[in-house]
Structure formats: structure tokens, C-alpha cells
């Protein structure tokens, strides 16, 4: 099997049950979740050798966290214990105009306060054909940077290639740090992956005639966008997720990708979301697993897009499905029907 590194935080994710509010409940469900964590878990139900690093403080939390990925299969065994206190992110879910809300409480936890010597890069990369992190990793403080930086170096010193999502939360850095930060980790990167506001929050990168908060998108001026990206950085493939927000429970969805040839629009789903968190990190492990099987431009953005619209339809971070159910879906067979 394919070794693939993915390298970030896992967080304890608080949340009312179905779609109540935060001032309307007593109580909170709690799940693990965080960017890097829901693509490892994506290949290991591919059937994907998935490692996924991290620090977690050495208590029952941070044991009940590894053990959320242990049962879907991620090797857990360079997570590096100590820290004293895990990530918290808490999440109510919008619906109808009433979008999603979601508050980090994330300072001080044993990632952030991680040091370059938790890591051994030669050592976790040993074997790996592909290294993956988010924007969200670095955002964590300029030690996160750092470290983020020298993973990518140490993978790009050992032959494996390197997918990096933008994905900007202006909750935790500027546009001004983000753009200071990307531009150096993307001097490493091969496969980039972004949507219709990360480009330009950390680049400045937009596509023309588009309006995001409205829902509408001109697909068209996205070929721009990718070949802008990988003109400026040298990716080998830019992937560009669209997605057209009717409200916060229907979306269309849809993407873009970039082989620097090629531009490939993979076909548009409808969706009604059941839970959104998680659905761009569906796309990247749809992603990544489609091109090490060696699919084509085509049919890794089919195969991407289907993963990550099967995960609007499931609750929590982690995209609970199998290669042969994305497979069935970007094959066209989307009516929903009960399987007997």
C-alpha cells in the first residue's frame, strides 16, 4: 500500500445536537476532527497506508483522540504525547439562511507549543510516496511555520511529493501572515488545492465576473486562477474546489483541475448538507488517492468531487465512505436509492 503523511491537528470538536444553538442546549456531543486528521482518515477507508503526525497531551483525552483514528485504520505511531492540554473547536450547525458558526479554542494546546525536535523527518518519511498538509497547520504560530517548513523540505529531500490545501481562516492569522507563510511553504509544494476565496485571501488570486457570498461563480475565470497559482509557484496540479452556496443546507458543488496542460470541470452535484465541516478535506483525500492510483486529470477530479459530496451527507469530520461507494457516484449513479 501507498504510504501517505499527513501532518496537522487533531481537535476534541464540541456541538450541540442536530441543528440547535448554542444558547439553546445543556449539553454537547463531542468527536475528534481538524484538517490533515480527515484525509488520513479518508485513505485508511480507501485502504491506504495513512500516518498521521501530531502532538497530544498524555492523558485519556489525547488516548480517546488517537483511538478516533486507530478505528478507521491510520497509523498513529508517530503521534508524539505530551502537552498539556488538547485543541477545542466548537461548531453549530446553520441551515436555511442561517449559516454555521464555528469557535476555536485552540491556544496553548501541544501542537502549537510543539518544538522542531518532536519530529523526526527522516524517520516518518521513510517509505512515503506523499506528504500532505492544510494553511490551517502554520496559522498555529510562526514555530508551526517553522516546523511546517522543514517538513516540507524533508519531504522534498526524499523524493515524496507534497499536496498543501490553502485553506485561510482568517480566525487564526491575517492575510498579511498568510501570505508571508504560504509563499514560503509553496516553494515545496506539487499539488495545490484551493476554492473560490483562498486564493485570493492569501494570494491576492481571484477569478473575474464571480460572487462568492451571492452564489454565483464563473467557472470559466477559474482556469486563470489555477494557471496563475501554478505559474507563480510551479505546481504541478492546482485543484480549485466551486462551490455555489444557495443557502447554508443546498450547495452546488463542483471542481476544477489544473495538470498544467489541462483544465478539467468535473461534473456539478447538488447537495443538501447534512454536515459541511470536513468537506474540503474529503476532496483532498479523494484527490490524493485518485492520482497515486495513477486516474486520470479527468477522473481524479470526478473521483475527488464524489468523495467530498458524499461527505456533506454525513455527520462529523471524517468522510465515512469506500472507494467503491465514491466510485459508484462519480460513475452517475447519484438517485439515492435504498440499496436492498
Not at 508524539?80 to 469557535?103: H, M, P
Not at 523540505?153 to 485561510?168: E, H, I, M, Q
Not at 492569501?202 to 454565483?216: P, Q, R, S
Not at 489555477?226 to 450547495?251: E, H, M, P, Y
Amino acid at each position: 500500500m501507498d504510504k501517505v503523511v499527513t501532518f496537522g491537528e487533531l481537535m476534541l470538536r464540541l456541538a450541540p445536537k442536530g441543528f440547535y444553538r448554542f444558547t439553546q442546549v445543556d449539553e454537547f456531543g463531542a468527536t475528534f476532527g481538524g484538517g490533515e486528521a480527515n484525509v488520513a482518515v479518508s485513505l485508511a477507508n480507501y485502504g491506504m497506508n495513512a500516518c498521521f503526525v501530531t502532538k497530544l497531551p498524555d492523558n485519556p483525552v489525547g488516548q480517546s483522540a488517537i483511538n478516533s483514528l486507530r478505528r478507521y485504520g491510520v497509523d498513529t505511531s508517530y503521534i508524539t504525547r505530551g502537552g498539556e492540554r488538547i485543541g477545542i473547536y466548537y461548531l453549530e450547525k446553520g441551515a436555511s439562511q442561517r449559516g454555521s458558526v464555528c469557535i476555536y479554542d485552540r491556544a496553548h494546546s501541544a501542537i502549537q507549543e510543539a518544538s522542531a525536535d518532536d519530529f523526526d523527518w527522516s524517520a516518518i518519511f521513510k517509505d512515503a510516496k506523499w506528504f500532505h498538509l492544510t494553511g490551517i497547520t502554520p496559522a498555529l504560530g510562526e514555530t508551526m511555520v517553522k516546523i511546517c517548513i522543514e517538513a516540507c523540505k524533508a519531504a522534498r529531500k526524499a523524493g515524496v511529493t507534497v499536496s498543501c490545501d490553502l485553506n485561510y481562516r482568517g480566525k487564526l492569522w491575517t492575510r498579511e501572515q498568510a501570505r508571508k507563510a504560504m509563499t514560503e511553504i509553496c516553494k515545496y509544494v506539487d499539488v495545490c488545492i484551493s476554492n473560490e476565496e483562498d486564493a485570493k485571501d492569501v494570494f491576492g488570486i481571484e477569478a473575474a465576473n464571480t460572487d462568492i457570498t451571492g452564489g454565483k461563480l464563473n467557472k470559466e475565470g477559474y482556469k486563470s486562477v489555477a494557471k496563475q497559482l501554478a505559474d507563480k509557484f510551479g505546481f504541478k496540479k492546482v485543484a480549485i474546489t466551486l462551490r455555489t452556496s444557495i443557502n447554508a443546507t443546498f450547495n452546488n458543488w463542483a471542481a476544477l483541475l489544473y495538470d498544467g496542460k489541462d483544465y478539467c470541470f468535473s461534473k456539478e452535484y447538488e447537495m443538501f448538507i447534512v454536515d459541511r465541516v470536513g468537506g474540503g478535506d474529503s476532496f483532498g483525500g479523494g484527490l490524493i488517492y485518485s492520482l497515486l492510483k495513477g486516474k486520470s486529470t479527468q477522473e481524479s477530479v470526478e473521483f475527488a468531487v464524489a468523495a467530498s459530496c458524499l461527505k456533506h451527507s454525513i455527520e462529523g469530520d471524517f468522510n465515512m465512505v469506500t472507494a467503491s461507494e465514491v466510485e459508484k457516484l462519480a460513475g452517475g449513479n447519484g438517485s439515492g436509492r435504498v440499496q436492498r
